[in-house]
Structures are given as C-alpha cells and as structure tokens.
Nanobody, 114 residues
C-alpha cells in the first residue's frame, strides 16, 4: 500500500515563500512522474506542477515563474518550492503519482494572508 505524506504548509504573508515536501513509501518511486495538486475550498483539485522520472517539469500557468518542483529519488521525496505567494494560492496541497494517481494523502494546508 502506497503512503503519501505531505508537509511544509503553513500561514505565510503575501510575497512570502514555503517549501513543501512529500515522502512516498510502499512503492518504487524513481520510475514514475510525480505531481503536486491543490484544492481550494469549494473548488476542484487542480494540477499545479509535474515532474517526469527524468526531471522534466511542467507548471500551471498560474504558478509559472513562482513555483519549482523537484525530486530526490534516493529519498523518495518530491518538493514544491513556492515563492512570491499570493492569496489565491491558498489551498490544501497534495502530491501524487502523475497518472494514474495512488490513493491520496492528507495534504498540507497553505494559507496566504496578511
């Protein structure tokens, strides 16, 4: 059974930064593309960023130039560096295998507010 444990969220002021981490257990990791998603209250879960097994990355237009996804295969961990945060980035952030997803973890809350 695959477990995804996200961490690193919190309350941050607009313009601030956070670094999210997601540790994967119960599965091989290095061969899969991974992704970060987010879900704001009352909205659907949206793809934020993805990274292939080879390290190629893609981003939603809303976060391009501000967020950076990376991975450490030895640690079975995927990261999301978030800079220049905006109130509209407020959401619960989840990581998962890009496609198809495993069972979802608990996510980590990111709140951007002054």
């Amino acid at each position: 059974q695959v477990h995804l444990v996200e961490s690193g969220g919190g309350l941050v002021q607009p313009g601030g930064s956070l670094r999210l981490s997601c540790v994967v257990s119960g599965s091989i990791f290095s061969v899969y593309a991974m992704a970060w998603y987010r879900q704001a209250p009352g909205k659907q879960r949206d793809l934020v960023a993805s990274i292939t097994s080879g390290g190629n990355t893609n981003y939603a237009d809303s976060v391009k130039g501000r967020f950076t996804i990376s991975r450490d295969n030895a640690k079975k961990t995927v990261y999301l560096q978030m800079n220049s945060l905006k109130p509209e980035d407020t959401a619960v952030y989840y990581c998962n295998r890009y496609n198809p997803p495993w069972d979802w973890g608990q996510g980590t809350q990111v709140t951007v507010s002054s």
